[in-house]
């Protein structure tokens, strides 16, 4: 039970500092990775898309039924063709339902987080409550010791050993700041773009968080300040990412309309499709699950299939 209560602390303390990252966070480019190969995640979510009746596995005649119902949902108006416009109509209808459910469950952890943040139940969050989380977050991910957040610090040892009964879970459709790793920690704390972040330089920006987050600079935070800077954040996320998706779904159209007439035909969306089963299916036996080995991809030019 004890071991059980230090992971949970442990947890809540790096989410709780989801609270700093916003307009003062460093504007560059994320530190993205580099690697195109399939990931089991990116697994977990073809079978969470196409597995009809829930039992783990897609078969190709599940995978047929639900490409057929989607090819159908997008041919608005019946010609028997896809424009731009239906083929993202319809992703954006599918892609709404995710961030909404993912929405809640933020928001639902954010209280959560909340009540975990406030040790002397008091119903309010001091600084000394909110600069103790920040702290073990800090002390987390700086695996050295040496007091700088860098690429030179190895992945914490919960990281390094994941729980094998844990299944993986299929990709998000939201991503929001994360200080569960030193990728996320410079990505949000990172301002003059050096590859490190100090003790100094993090609680820097924890401090301007904390004032900016308390409204009638009581110097604390209450319920209703912590979860509304946060839901404005997160909104504004939503919106970012909608637009990005659906962005990228037009330039999928372009990858999907091989004759380049402006539209996606029946044939064109089922050969993509046949293409994507057969990429999963690495063992050919007509159905995909989580225990067949990952696809590799060898050539640039085939690491992606349009959806």
Sequence with gaps: ?????????????????????????????????????????????????????????????????????????????????????EYVNEYAGRLDKKLD???????????????????????????????????????????????????????????????????VRARPALVMPTTHSVTGMLDMYDQNGDGKVDKAEYQQQRDAAFARTDLDKNGELSSDEYLNEFVDRLDRQIAKTRAAQLKQAAVRFKALDKDNNQYISAAEFHASGGRMFKRWDTDQNQQVTMAEALPVVHNEKTKGTAE
């Design 101 to 167: 459910a993912e929405r809640t469950g933020q928001i639902k952890q954010t209280l959560v987080r909340i009540e975990a943040l406030d040790t002397n139940k008091s119903k309010t969050i001091g600084k000394d409550e909110y600069h103790a989380s920040g702290d073990k977050a800090f002390a987390y991910i700086d695996t050295n010791k040496d007091g700088v957040i860098s690429k030179a610090d190895p992945l914490p040892e919960r990281e390094r050993k994941p729980d094998a009964k844990q299944p």
């Design 1 to 85: 039970m004890q071991r059980r209560s230090t992971a949970l602390s442990l947890f809540l303390a790096i989410t709780s500092c989801y609270l700093a990252a916003d307009e003062n966070a460093p504007k560059k480019p994320a530190h993205q990775p580099t690697a195109h190969q399939p990931t089991a995640q990116g697994k977990a979510s073809f079978i969470q898309d196409y597995d009809l009746n829930k039992d783990g596995t897609v078969s190709q005649a599940e995978f047929e039924q639900v490409r057929q119902q989607r090819y159908s949902a997008m041919d608005e108006n019946q010609d028997g063709q896809v424009s731009v416009d």
